[in-house]
């Protein structure tokens, strides 16, 4: 069983920054990627970005987010960490931390193995 929880959000201006983070519990050493996903009401959740927790591979991010969010890790604190940047009005959503206990990478998505936090809402305000 694995618990993740995120933290973090919140109201912000659009131009301006935000730092998200996910604690993660229990049997975490089954993970293979960790990551974050985000979702607005009547859609479907989409990859924002991921990274392999015991390996150094560079991480991943969708196109409408590369160079301005950046996820990391902190190994000894089970803790994986999203910095936004040049946030955007767009960028509202429910973001949710996602752990995956296989090894497929982001580009498939999620199935009934893959691991959830309850959600932290951001809003970016024009």
């Known amino acids: 069983q694995v618990q993740l929880v995120e933290s973090g959000g919140g109201l912000v201006q659009a131009g301006g920054s935000l730092t998200l983070s996910c604690a993660a519990s229990?049997?975490?050493?089954?993970?293979?990627?960790m990551g974050w996903f985000r979702q607005t009401p009547g859609k479907e959740r989409e990859f924002v970005a991921g990274?392999?927790?015991?390996?150094?591979?560079?991480?991943s991010y969708a196109d409408s987010v590369k160079g301005r969010f950046r996820i990391s890790r902190d190994n000894a604190k089970n803790t994986v960490y999203l910095q936004m940047t040049s946030l955007k009005p767009e960028d509202t959503a429910v973001y949710y931390c996602n752990g995956r206990p296989y090894y497929s990478n982001y580009d498939v998505p999620p199935n009934e193995d893959d691991y959830w936090g309850q959600g932290t809402q951001v809003t970016v305000s024009a």
């Open positions: 229990g049997r975490t050493f089954s993970m293979y990627r």
């Open positions: 990274i392999r927790w015991n390996a150094g591979i560079p991480p």
